[in-house]
């Protein structure tokens, strides 16, 4: 390019068009973080506390709360270049599971399910200590269908990979991703 420049093959007025905009994404990159996942942080903030999702729904499963807890403190951190603390983050995440249920599916002709779902709700409260405007508190619910033949005891452990993978990005989208 700078052989092209010299011998003026490059019109000049496309160099300044390019410093323009390479100024201009300079100046505007000060004011928020991006990432390649989406997520905009302001640049003030630097860490994130995540506390522990605590199982409050009727039926609980043993190891929901830590593998839900676990997959959004690794979400965080791998994704965004916030420090994870144990307690007063610039952001908070808090919540609760307040639901697993199963429910049938698909109602055959002889009133039997062909499906069930598993449903899992989790009731997330998101503090942004610098910029209050994005706090939220809302449930966040995901659902998986299996065959209604299958034991839930046999496919429960891929169920619940699945859907908490779903919920994490669902409550990490609406805590840092300002689509």
């Known amino acids: 390019m700078l052989k092209e420049f010299l011998q003026h093959k490059i019109p000049l007025k496309a160099i300044w068009v390019f410093i323009g905009f390479f100024a201009l994404s300079l100046g505007l990159s000060s004011c928020v ?11 003030d903030a630097k860490t994130i506390s995540i506390q522990y999702i605590d199982n409050r729904a009727s039926f ?12 959004l403190k690794d979400r965080f951190s791998s994704q965004t270049s916030l420090i994870l ?5 610039d952001l908070q995440l808090e919540g609760e599971i307040t639901e ?7 109602i055959t002709g002889d009133q039997t399910a062909a499906l069930n779902r598993l ?9 942004n200590l610098l910029e209050p405007d994005k706090n939220y508190e809302t449930g966040f619910t995901r659902y998986e269908e299996y065959e209604s033949n299958l034991d839930l005891s046999a496919v429960q452990d891929g169920l619940i990979e699945t859907i908490n993978e779903m919920l994490v990005d669902d409550i990490f989208n609406k805590a840092v991703v300002n689509w």
Not at 100 to 106: D, I, L, V, W
């Open 60 to 71: 609980v499963v043993p190891t929901l709360s830590e593998s839900i807890t676990t997959a």
């Open 119 to 127: 449903s899992i709700t989790v009731k997330i409260k998101f503090t």
């Open 100 to 106: 697993f249920k199963t429910s049938p599916q698909a």
């Open 85 to 89: 603390v144990n307690n007063n983050g």
């Open 33 to 43: 973080t991006y990432s390649f996942t989406g997520a905009s942080i302001t640049p």
